[in-house]
């Protein structure tokens, strides 16, 4: 099989993946309402926060900004998920099992649908977050940073997302996993820095949660500009997530392909 | 016809729906995640908030926490029951228990009993993680009494929401119908901070949130000064009496289908 062929596979997966995304607005339209929601919810109601001494800006807007880029990516897992198992439920995985398609071809064109709803996700979040007054310290290529973190980050948890589907084969599982990702976005850095959260356990969760590096390293570039260590962490945290989920991911499709 | 028809329908779908819940982890595990992870990420997460400046809640962050979280598992234990009967209508149970029920006000009173033992299970479960992670209540036993009666309420008000909505749309698509105003409500009220610190369009929307009443006087039973108790009860009790009537019209349209 040459190359073509298999950018040809890629394409026609991933239009397919970013049709099926789209077409669907009961995830589209959650994945960015309740983060602006609770964005809108906590940035006024936990305002107070920012008179604590040592807290790192004025407005917890610009605090929280960097919450709906992880909590839409949870979304982007349970959609990339559902997908997923929506096509071993209906026999499609099974009938592309029986074509020359390449693994890696199906794996990157679902990977599409994550990306493009990522990209909405984060490019939104941005719009709104600037429009209600957070300005971005690390200025426009800090946006575009950001931006590209995000989608790292999305691509991660819909790769696990991916996962638990091939794995299980079914939708109620990925549902049933759901809240497990809600909980490393609440058990994390996510209210107040590490620095000023007071309980132990919680401080020492929070500085082994990855969650914790990747909304740092966007509120990096929000609140103090360019920070590289901030940078690396987040980068490598969300780059490692996917990594891992990808293998994890490509070896259930093998599994799963095998089965067929 | 006489009240036995009653209770006996009441009690058989009480007994369905509580064995269902604690048969099936799928339905008891949610009602207890939710408010175990909201408890731990603000009690653990924002406890320094208690610092800031102008927080006068002299139990302690953990306790302001928890008279959330118990109001918040009271809503849902009543939600969740709103479910439990968009469910029983697409398994095509309720068609047949419409039709063999004596009373069918005694379905809604099932389910009312069904949706207050869950809670009492949630509200013990989360009241016990409390207690261990430093929970300290001031109040008196009667000061509890009034905390728990006010919850049940809630819950109470919760599920005749949930049940109205259920039986008018008989789906399970319905779940954001029912989910999303309670959510809402309870998002809008005083959560992390007392009124007076909140800022915005949220301290507005708050200021008119009957759910920020409930809030503050379970909060005040919590801490021993109890505060806003007959508003509190006034509004809760007029929840509960507009969502009766809102579940009978379900009950109405559910027999117009059957």
């Given at each position: 099989?040459?190359?073509?062929?298999?950018?040809?596979?890629?394409?026609?997966?991933?239009?397919?993946?970013v049709v099926?995304?789209?077409?669907?607005?009961?995830?589209?339209i959650?994945?960015?309402?309740?983060?602006?929601?609770?964005?809108?919810?906590?940035?006024s109601?936990?305002?107070?926060?920012?008179?604590?001494?040592g807290f790192?800006?004025?407005?917890?807007?610009?605090?929280?900004?960097a919450?709906?880029?992880?909590?839409?990516?949870?979304?982007?897992?349970?959609s990339?998920?559902?997908?997923?198992?929506?096509?071993?439920?209906?026999?499609?995985?099974?009938?592309?099992?029986?074509?020359?398609?390449?693994r890696?071809?199906?794996?990157?064109?679902?990977?599409?649908?994550?990306?493009?709803?990522?990209l909405?996700?984060?490019?939104?979040?941005v719009?709104?977050?600037?429009?209600?007054?957070?300005?971005?310290?690390?200025?426009?290529?800090?946006?575009?940073?950001?931006?590209?973190?995000?989608?790292?980050?999305?691509?991660?948890?819909?790769?696990?997302?991916a996962?638990?589907?091939?794995?299980t084969?079914?939708?109620?599982?990925?549902?049933?996993v759901?809240?497990?990702?809600?909980?490393?976005?609440?058990?994390?850095?996510?209210?107040?820095?590490?620095?000023?959260?007071?309980?132990?356990?919680?401080?020492?969760?929070?500085?082994?949660?990855?969650?914790?590096y990747?909304?740092?390293?966007?509120?990096?570039?929000?609140?103090?500009?360019?920070?590289?260590?901030?940078?690396?962490?987040?980068?490598?945290?969300?780059?490692?997530?996917?990594?891992v989920?990808?293998?994890?991911?490509?070896s259930?499709?093998?599994?799963?392909?095998?089965r067929t | 016809m006489?009240?036995?028809?009653f209770?006996s329908?009441?009690?058989?779908?009480?007994?369905?729906?509580?064995?269902?819940?604690?048969?099936n982890?799928?339905?008891?595990?949610?009602?207890?995640?939710?408010?175990?992870?909201?408890?731990?990420?603000?009690?653990g997460?924002?406890?320094?908030?208690d610092?800031?400046?102008?927080?006068?809640?002299?139990?302690?962050?953990?306790?302001?926490?928890?008279?959330?979280?118990?109001?918040?598992?009271?809503?849902?234990?009543?939600?969740?029951?709103?479910?439990?009967?968009?469910?029983?209508?697409?398994?095509?149970?309720?068609?047949?228990?419409?039709?063999?029920?004596?009373?069918?006000?005694?379905?809604i009173?099932?389910?009312?009993?069904?949706?207050?033992?869950?809670?009492?299970?949630?509200?013990?479960?989360i009241?016990?993680?409390?207690?261990?992670?430093?929970?300290?209540?001031?109040?008196?036993?009667?000061?509890?009494?009034g905390?728990?009666?006010?919850a049940?309420?809630?819950?109470?008000?919760?599920?005749?929401?949930?049940?109205?909505?259920a039986?008018?749309?008989?789906?399970?698509?319905?779940?954001?119908?029912?989910?999303?105003?309670?959510?809402?409500?309870?998002?809008?009220?005083?959560?992390?901070?007392?009124?007076?610190?909140?800022?915005?369009?949220?301290?507005?929307?708050?200021?008119?949130n009957?759910?920020?009443?409930?809030?503050?006087?379970?909060?005040?039973?919590?801490?021993?000064?109890?505060?806003?108790?007959l508003?509190?009860?006034?509004?809760?009790?007029l929840?509960?009496?507009?969502?009766?009537?809102?579940?009978?019209g379900?009950?109405?349209?559910?027999?117009?289908?059957?």
């Amino acid at each position: 099989m040459n190359r073509s062929t298999l950018a040809l596979q890629v394409a026609v997966l991933a239009r397919r993946s970013v049709v099926r995304t789209m077409r669907q607005p009961a995830m589209v339209i959650p994945s960015l309402v309740f983060p602006l929601l609770l964005l809108a919810i906590n940035s006024s109601g936990l305002d107070s926060a920012t008179r604590l001494p040592g807290f790192p800006t004025d407005s917890y807007l610009q605090f929280a900004l960097a919450i709906p880029f992880v909590q839409g990516a949870l979304f982007s897992a349970n959609s990339a998920g559902t997908n997923v198992a929506n096509d071993i439920e209906s026999g499609f995985l099974n009938r592309l099992a029986l074509t020359p398609l390449r693994r890696v071809a199906l794996m990157m064109g679902q990977l599409a649908g994550i990306l493009a709803l990522g990209l909405i996700q984060a490019i939104t979040f941005v719009v709104i977050g600037v429009a209600f007054g957070s300005g971005i310290a690390a200025g426009v290529a800090g946006a575009l940073v950001i931006v590209a973190l995000s989608l790292v980050i999305s691509l991660g948890f819909g790769l696990i997302g991916a996962f638990v589907a091939l794995r299980t084969g079914t939708g109620e599982a990925v549902q049933g996993v759901f809240p497990l990702f809600f909980a490393a976005l609440f058990l994390s850095s996510m209210a107040l820095p590490r620095n000023l959260i007071e309980t132990d356990w919680f401080r020492t969760v929070a500085t082994w949660n990855p969650v914790s590096y990747m909304l740092e390293a966007i509120r990096s570039l929000v609140i103090t500009g360019w920070d590289g260590e901030a940078l690396a962490l987040g980068f490598a945290c969300a780059g490692g997530l996917a990594l891992v989920a990808l293998l994890a991911a490509s070896s259930a499709l093998r599994t799963q392909m095998l089965r067929t | 016809m006489t009240g036995s028809g009653f209770w006996s329908v009441a009690r058989a779908v009480a007994w369905r729906n509580i064995h269902n819940f604690f048969s099936n982890p799928a339905l008891a595990v949610p009602a207890l995640l939710f408010p175990m992870f909201f408890f731990t990420a603000f009690a653990g997460g924002l406890s320094r908030v208690d610092q800031v400046p102008g927080f006068d809640y002299g139990a302690g962050y953990t306790t302001f926490v928890y008279g959330f979280v118990l109001l918040q598992a009271s809503t849902f234990g009543g939600i969740f029951t709103g479910f439990s009967i968009a469910r029983d209508f697409e398994s095509g149970f309720s068609r047949r228990l419409l039709m063999a029920a004596p009373r069918h006000g005694g379905i809604i009173g099932g389910y009312w009993l069904a949706a207050l033992t869950r809670a009492v299970f949630t509200v013990t479960v989360i009241t016990v993680v409390a207690l261990i992670a430093g929970l300290e209540i001031h109040g008196s036993g009667v000061d509890l009494v009034g905390l728990y009666a006010l919850a049940l309420l809630v819950n109470t008000a919760a599920m005749l929401f949930g049940t109205g909505i259920a039986m008018r749309l008989r789906t399970m698509q319905a779940a954001p119908a029912m989910q999303m105003p309670a959510f809402l409500l309870l998002f809008l009220a005083p959560v992390w901070v007392p009124y007076d610190l909140l800022t915005g369009w949220v301290q507005t929307t708050a200021s008119v949130n009957p759910i920020t009443l409930m809030l503050e006087a379970g909060r005040g039973f919590l801490a021993g000064d109890p505060t806003k108790v007959l508003p509190a009860f006034g509004v809760a009790a007029l929840l509960a009496s507009v969502t009766v009537l809102w579940a009978r019209g379900g009950l109405r349209s559910a027999e117009r289908a059957a």
